[in-house]
Structures are given as C-alpha cells and as structure tokens.
C-alpha cells in the first residue's frame, strides 16, 4: 500500500496590524481523524478559535508556529517578513511535507513542492487550521504586549488600525512595538521630530516573539 502523501497547510496571521511581529503555521491535518468545525479563523469567536486549536494541537500529524519580528518586517516589508514566517513554520515541522498549500497569491523558498491557494482559508482545512494557530498564538504575544504597553488597548484590536487605536497613537506616540514603516506610524513619528520631540518608549523595548518556531509537534 502507497504510503499516504502529506499535505501541509501554511497561512500567516497579522500582515495588517500597526504593532508587532507577524506570525506564520503549519499544519498537515491527520485524514484518518478529521476534525469539525475547522474555518477560516477570521470567521471565529475568540473562544471557539482556542478550543479548535486545542483539537488541532492534539490531533494533527505535525504542526508548527513562526514569526517574523519588527526588525525583519522593517528590512524585509510586510510581505517579505510574512513568506518568511511561513518558511520558518514549514521547516520547523519535524517531518517533511509532500506538498505544502500557501493561503494567498506567493510561496515563500520552501524545500518542499508549494501551491499558492487564493482564500485558501476558506478553502482548504489544513490551511484553516494553519490560519487558527497562527492567529491564536499571535493573540497570546498581543496580550503580553499589552500588559508592557497596556495604554494602547493591545488586549482588544491586536495592532489593527481601529479607531481607539489611532486614538491612542495620537494621544501617547508609537512605543517601541509598532511598526514605523506603516502610514498611520510613520505619520505619527513625523509629527513628533516636526515638534522636536523624541517618540514614545515607555518601558523598555520588549522581548519579541524568538524568530524561530515557537512551537512544533507530530503526533506518535
């Protein structure tokens, strides 16, 4: 009997946030225990989102999770630093993928035979539930930002551009964990020399998400 082939979901989450690292997972789903519910994590309330990645954890044959920091997203650009949390995630797995299924329109440089899946999220269950631990492991290091940062309300909009953020960035600058190559940031960032001033960095600049797998797994 032909050995089964391994498919790899891979998505990112956090390309568009003003403030901190972008986060990227892998997962090769077991076909012989498919889980319910799994979608695209944009579609799921916060709870429901950890206890499928509870399951997803527990039950795939191997998944992984990356990041990119503020430094490699400054360097590199968003998308650059986003196709590189993705490669980190694939090569973090502790086997090797037969294929790996990318959600959007690029592949990053993989060792493996890559797809790119436009809205593969909603496509393709291994990359929901790629985009389920990317997204939940990325709201965990928010959380953690926010207690060092806790006047931007990083607990609630995760770095998006809403409104009580942008309020917040007028009222108290960028601190050290947004991204300054981002418009709302960098305009900010200006206002702040035109006046003379020195840009906001109250407390010292966090310890970032490592830049390598934060966690990986495969089931015995």
Avoid at 50 to 62: D, N, T
Avoid at 123 to 140: G, M, N, Q, V
Avoid at 151 to 161: A, E, F, I, S
Wanted: hydrophobic share 45%; glycine share 8%; with cysteine.
């Amino acid at each position: 009997m032909p050995e089964a082939v391994l498919i790899c979901g891979v998505d990112e989450a956090g390309r568009g946030p003003l403030a901190g690292p972008v986060f990227a997972a892998a997962v090769i789903l077991d076909p012989q225990r498919p889980l319910e519910g799994i979608a695209d994590s944009k579609t799921l309330a916060a709870s429901r989102r950890e206890m499928l990645a509870r399951q997803i954890r527990a039950g795939a044959i191997a998944w992984a999770v990356a990041a990119a920091d503020l430094e490699e997203i400054e360097r590199l650009n968003i998308l650059g630093a986003s196709l590189l949390a993705m490669r980190r995630a694939v090569q973090a797995l502790p086997v090797v993928p037969d294929l790996a299924l990318i959600d959007g329109l690029h592949c990053p440089d993989l060792d493996c035979p890559a797809r790119a899946m436009v809205r593969g999220d909603g496509r393709e269950p291994a990359i929901a539930a790629a985009s389920i631990l990317a997204k939940t492991a990325r709201d965990a290091e928010m959380l953690r930002l926010h207690h060092l940062y806790p006047q931007y309300g990083l607990d609630r909009h995760k770095g998006y551009p809403t409104a009580e953020h942008l309020e917040a960035l007028r009222r108290h600058g960028p601190s050290a964990v947004h991204r300054r190559g981002f418009g709302p940031v960098r305009s900010m960032l200006l206002e702040v020399e035109r006046d003379g001033g020195e840009p906001n960095r109250t407390a010292c600049a966090p310890r970032m998400q490592p830049r390598g797998p934060a966690r990986s797994k495969a089931s015995g």
